[in-house]
């Protein structure tokens, strides 16, 4: 049986306070609508139809060609929204889901149970529900004897029995295809608000005579609805504590995991412990036996097996296996560490690929240069590579010592098994094995500091005076 799904993603969220449209914000590093739509996908829905209205055009251009897109040009209400999907998919035969795009907690596992419940129960429609703890202002799904839904009760309608009732509608349902669109076209908008309703289908589809039955979600959460900051947090806090669980479940340890923020893309592998106030961004990959933290920040970056990252920040680096990083390093974009790499404290590397075994200890910058293995780089050295409009390359080759407080100034060639003498500025390239020195001869003067001292001490005194 074919499977659709209808993304109503057209709402402008004005309680968001933000000019950035509702769907769009961001829940552990995915828009909100992208965590529905991932959502859908998992539950082998074959098209996805995404309703936008306000911000359509960013929209489509964070979800690409992953979805079907409609518009929503006046929103009418959220029947009128799913209508806009009807020369799309009205001729289909199947179930469609239709779901919310501000519902980032749903998972695909749920609604593809709630699919099969309302294949299972033959209905036409059937309700995504919830346990609510404080159901006020939320409809009620009213049941039979028999347990098939009878109607949904919105807050201001209940009577005391019906306000005491816990379970409530997620707003994500699942519907026979033909059916939804046939009664769809029944739809008015004589209500209070002027609106054209989804949850008018029910009651259509219940006066017909059809059956509509009701999933009880296990994890009542996946019903939260974002239509304000508050409640943006609060799905960033539960979604944290999702993904948290899945990497521990899946063999990483944390010690304190309320205090690590992983965003969902992030993979780690087995017997990884992370130390508080990591943050893992974007398609970051840690690979098995890493230690990753204290409060190390790392995006788009991967680490190889066994590594550990301290204290530092990682963009866009790829971090070799057994590797050494920090503290207080700073991988910058296009920056790729060998096997048993060394980065110490206060170092910045960009743009750089460092081969296995080398080590850069302390206090260095390295950017757009191709370092070789086994080399040393000493605390203070640095690759001058901008000019002021260009950027250009060093290049060191294996086996190199680089001393402390040496300058490179690119474009240069280091050559294998060289030494740069400490202290060094070096402007022209060093061939193999030779020992490079480029500084000024040093000279000692007899007691001339006593000389230096009384010239300073009488002008200061001169400016006291």
Do not use: W
Request: with cysteine; charged share 25%.
């Amino acid at each position: 049986m074919k499977k659709m799904a209808i993304v109503l993603a057209a709402g402008q969220g004005k309680r968001m306070k933000s000019k950035l449209y509702k769907v769009l914000h961001s829940v552990c590093g995915k828009p909100m609508v992208e965590h529905v739509l991932d959502a859908v996908k998992e539950a082998a829905c074959e098209r996805s139809v995404v309703v936008v209205g306000h911000g359509a055009e960013a929209v489509k251009t964070a979800l690409g060609d992953r979805a079907e897109y409609v518009l929503q040009a006046e929103q009418l209400g959220t029947g009128h929204a799913v209508l806009q999907a009807e020369a799309l998919l009205s001729q289909e035969e199947g179930i469609t889901v239709v779901t919310y795009g501000d519902t980032p907690l749903v998972t695909g596992a749920t609604i593809n149970a709630l699919i099969e419940h309302h294949i299972a129960q033959g209905a036409a429609a059937t309700i995504l529900t919830a346990d609510a703890e404080n159901p006020t202002g939320l409809g009620r799904i009213i049941r039979g004897e028999d347990g098939r839904v009878l109607r949904i009760v919105e807050q201001k309608d209940c009577s005391p029995e019906e306000a005491a009732i816990r379970e409530i509608n997620t707003g994500t349902y699942c519907f026979d295809n033909r059916k939804l669109f046939s009664a769809l076209s029944e739809v008015t908008n004589d209500n209070a608000q002027g609106e054209y309703y989804v949850t008018d289908v029910i009651g259509i589809l219940h006066g017909r005579g059809e059956s509509i039955a009701a999933y009880l979600c296990e994890d009542s959460t996946e019903g939260i609805g974002v239509n304000d900051r508050i409640a943006l947090g609060e799905a960033e806090r539960l979604m944290r504590r999702r993904i948290n669980a899945g990497h521990q479940l899946n063999g990483v340890t944390f010690i304190d995991v309320e205090n690590t923020y992983i965003e969902a893309n992030v993979t780690i592998g087995q017997d990884t412990v992370l130390y508080p106030g990591t943050v893992l961004r974007g398609n970051t990959a840690i690979g098995a036996d890493c230690v990753i933290g204290p409060s190390a920040e790392l995006t788009d970056t991967k680490v190889g097996d066994g590594s550990t990252i301290r204290q530092s920040v990682a963009e866009g680096a790829e971090v070799g296996e057994e590797c050494s990083v920090g503290p207080f390093a700073y991988l910058r974009p296009g920056t790729k560490l060998g096997r048993h790499v060394k980065v110490g404290d206060f170092v910045e590397i960009k743009n750089t690929v460092i081969g296995e075994h080398s080590k850069v200890p302390h206090l260095s910058y390295v950017g757009d240069a191709i370092v070789g293995a086994n080399v040393n780089i000493g605390c203070g050295a640095i690759t001058a590579n901008y000019d002021g409009y260009n950027k250009s390359k060093t290049e060191i080759g294996d086996n190199v010592f680089i001393g402390s407080n040496a300058n490179l100034i690119a474009p240069v060639k280091i050559g294998s098994g060289a030494y740069v003498v400490a202290g060094s500025t070096i402007t022209h390239n060093v061939p193999d094995n030779d020992v490079a020195i480029a500084r000024e001869r040093q000279v000692n003067k007899p007691g001339y500091a006593d000389k230096i001292r009384a010239r300073a001490r009488a002008k200061k005194e001169r400016e006291t005076e």
